[in-house]
């Protein structure tokens, strides 16, 4: 009875009430302090600093060749690496310029003489066959200018290996006599060569003196105005650096003044077309003077002058010879 009693006691006793959902209320926390929107004072100065044109450059391009500057010398300092390299790109190099498209086997000269075309083949500055790329062609172009008797030289490599050299020569149009020798000049007055005697070269008209070539555009005028008395011409002397003299045969000379010798000369010319004057015995004509020529007479007529006077004759020397 006391069992029963208790299982309805159990069964009657009230039950526990569940907590209700959001029971109890949790405690509401403080509300977070409002993020100030204003930038801290260092990233405002990185803003700024990224906003430079300089610094965008330097941090986007500069640093990262710094960086890989960095890396090739670190690697190329060291000497096995750097031999390496060094050998495979001369073997390259090497490997290009040997091939056939780039070989020279031939070299062609053209509008040279034989003493020029000699020096010509001696002044190539490699053995043929040789690559081109070995060939400076301006440097040998100086090299070739540097010869007296070349004007102009053009250089070319053709297809199949032929170096051709197209050769202006000088053309000889004087011959200067002076203190060393005998050398032929062009109309410019820059030398060509050597001869040993004017026979070598008969056809051109000679000029002598010191400072001779400097005025061989001066000489070539006077020879081409010199053409009444061409066969009585002998030369041309240089006197003084200044001025020219005209050597006649016979021992006749023409003095000729330092500014506009053609016409002095052309003057000369024409007293002589009109008086004879080169036919007589006189020795010099003195042109130096335009407003007043003069003339000095031969030996012979000075003593027929003399002996009319019944004075000494004169000798070679100009002095007066004693007969008796």
Known sequence: MQGLNRDRMEHFSPQPTPPRKGWPRP???????????????LAYRLNRMWLTPAVRRLTRVGLP???????????WSDDSRRASVTGWATGM?????????FMVREMAIEGASAPVERALQMML?????????????????????????????DLRIRPGGVLVARVTERQPVLLWRHASGIDLLDETGHRITSIMSRDARPDLPLIAGEGASAAADE?????????P???????LQRMGERRWDVVLDRGQRIQLPADNPVAA????????????MLARNISVVDMRDAARPTVRMGLDARNQIRRARGQPELG????PVDNS
Do not use: K, T
């Not at 190099?93 to 498209?101: A, D, K, L, T, W």
């Not at 000489?219 to 053409?227: C, K």
């Not at 008395?229 to 030369?235: E, F, K, Q, S």
């Not at 000369?265 to 004879?276: I, K, N, P, S, T």
């Open 316 to 319: 070679p020397d100009g002095l």
């Open 125 to 153: 500055p490699v053995d043929l066959p040789a690559s081109s790329f070995d060939i400076d062609l301006d440097a040998l172009r100086r090299d070739i200018l540097l010869l007296d008797a070349v004007r102009e030289v």
């Open 229 to 235: 008395v061409a066969p009585r011409l002998r030369g």
């Open 65 to 75: 060749i710094f960086a890989v500057a960095m890396i090739v010398l670190v690697w």
């Open 219 to 227: 000489a070539i005028a006077l020879f081409r105005a010199a053409e």
């Open 27 to 41: 405690q509401q926390q403080p509300p977070r302090p409002r993020r100030d929107p204003a930038p801290s004072r």
């Open 93 to 101: 190099i090497e490997q290009v310029q040997n091939r056939e498209q």
């Open 265 to 276: 000369f052309e003057r000369a010319l024409a007293l002589d077309a009109a008086q004879l």
